[in-house]
């Protein structure tokens, strides 16, 4: 069975300093990996995704993430931090048949001023 | 193209009502899948379709039934409505040539 784990439930930072929100995950199968965002009151967005091509991905918002075999993570960043990016954010991996996401609990990721 | 849509946007209901979830997608998914949203519990998944005629399990199931009668729409149905069922349901579809999963914008249920 696939999971997720993020850690840290909670992560601030300064605005301008970097953000890192860590993935790590377990799958039977070559994973397709997701990483959402999701703004209060609303629905979940797309950052980025991986699905076995380059190892480093890059998403809208100057967000990034890196593929890790080895480690089995999938960590996000971004070099600086703006107001606007605090939200919650989803780690996601593709089930056995890629038809369905298994989350991660998420991350809140806090900026201040 | 409207995308994903839900609705109601938001709903209470007394313990042992029964409703209907509407998801419904204009982009000719194959694949559709409800989640439940709740604090500090991420996304689970409910149930899903690979398509019309065809459903399953997901990690939550029990309380919820659905049914997959065309491709564009995938209602969630509660038998019985319980306070554990609070919670925001996102529906959401995928084409099967790309994994990326597009989400609507989610009903907020509260079961008194």
């Known amino acids: 069975a696939q999971s997720v784990t993020q850690l840290g439930s909670h992560v601030s930072v300064s605005e301008g300093a970097l953000v890192l929100l860590r993935c790590n995950y377990s799958s039977s199968v070559p994973p397709y990996l997701f990483w959402y965002v999701q703004y209060p009151n609303q629905g979940l967005q797309l950052l980025l995704k991986?699905?076995?091509?380059?190892?480093l991905v890059k998403g809208i918002n100057g967000f990034e993430a890196e593929f890790k075999k080895s480690e089995t993570s999938f960590h996000l960043t971004k070099p600086s931090a703006h107001m606007s990016d605090a939200a919650e954010y989803f780690c996601?991996?593709?089930?056995?048949?890629?038809?369905?996401?298994?989350f991660g609990k998420g991350t809140m990721l806090l900026v201040s001023p | 193209n409207a995308g994903v849509t839900q609705t109601p946007k938001f709903q209470v209901l007394k313990t042992g009502q029964s409703m209907t979830l509407q998801c419904a997608q204009d982009m000719n998914h194959e694949y559709m899948s409800w989640y439940r949203q709740d604090p500090g519990m991420g996304l689970r998944l409910i149930h899903y379709?690979?398509?019309?005629?065809?459903?399953d399990q997901g990690e939550v199931p029990n309380g919820y039934n659905v049914s997959r009668s065309t491709t564009e729409d995938f209602p969630l149905r509660l038998l019985s409505a319980a306070p554990s069922q609070t919670s925001v349901y996102f529906c959401a579809s995928r084409t099967g040539l790309s994994y990326e999963q597009y989400f609507g914008p989610g009903t907020r249920l509260t079961v008194t």
């Open positions: 379709s690979v398509g019309a005629g065809i459903t």
């Open positions: 991986y699905t076995s091509a380059a190892t």
């Open positions: 996601a991996v593709s089930d056995q048949g890629y038809s369905t996401l298994t």
